[in-house]
């Protein structure tokens, strides 16, 4: 005996919104993995810099200044400007993505 069952919708809207959704998804973790490895890149390379060329790092730029002196704050920057790329791309691409799916 073949019963159907009634008042279901068609499955097929959920296909294409299952695929939005692996695409959406597939998109934040490409973004969040290039920004991970961008914020690796710039902590090792200091971390680099300090175990293996502290000479260069001891560069003085002007009295009372050296290069070491920029560059540490410059990566405490670079991860809040890394912080603020993500929070834009998800803000405007991944919010309205999300929108979308509803």
Same mark, same amino acid.
């Given at each position: 005996?073949?019963?159907?069952?009634?008042?279901?919708?068609?499955?097929?809207?959920?296909?294409?919104? @299952?695929? &939005?959704?692996?695409?959406?998804?597939?998109?934040? /973790?490409?973004?969040?993995? *290039? +920004?991970?490895?961008?914020? %690796?890149?710039?902590?090792?390379?200091?971390?680099?810099?300090?175990?293996?060329? @502290?000479? &260069?790092?001891?560069?003085?730029?002007?009295?009372? /200044?050296?290069?070491?002196? *920029? +560059?540490?704050?410059?990566? %405490?920057?670079?991860?809040?400007?890394?912080?603020?790329?993500?929070?834009?791309?998800?803000?405007?691409?991944?919010?309205?993505?999300?929108?979308? /799916?509803?």
């Amino acid at each position: 005996m073949n019963v159907g069952i009634s008042g279901n919708a068609d499955p097929a809207p959920n296909v294409g919104a @299952k695929k &939005l959704a692996k695409k959406l998804a597939k998109r934040r /973790l490409t973004v969040a993995l *290039v +920004l991970s490895a961008a914020m %690796i890149a710039i902590y090792f390379g200091f971390m680099g810099l300090f175990a293996f060329d @502290k000479p &260069l790092l001891g560069t003085i730029l002007m009295p009372g /200044l050296s290069l070491c002196i *920029v +560059l540490g704050p410059l990566v %405490i920057i670079s991860s809040f400007v890394l912080c603020l790329i993500y929070v834009l791309w998800a803000n405007r691409v991944f919010d309205a993505g999300i929108r979308d /799916l509803r």
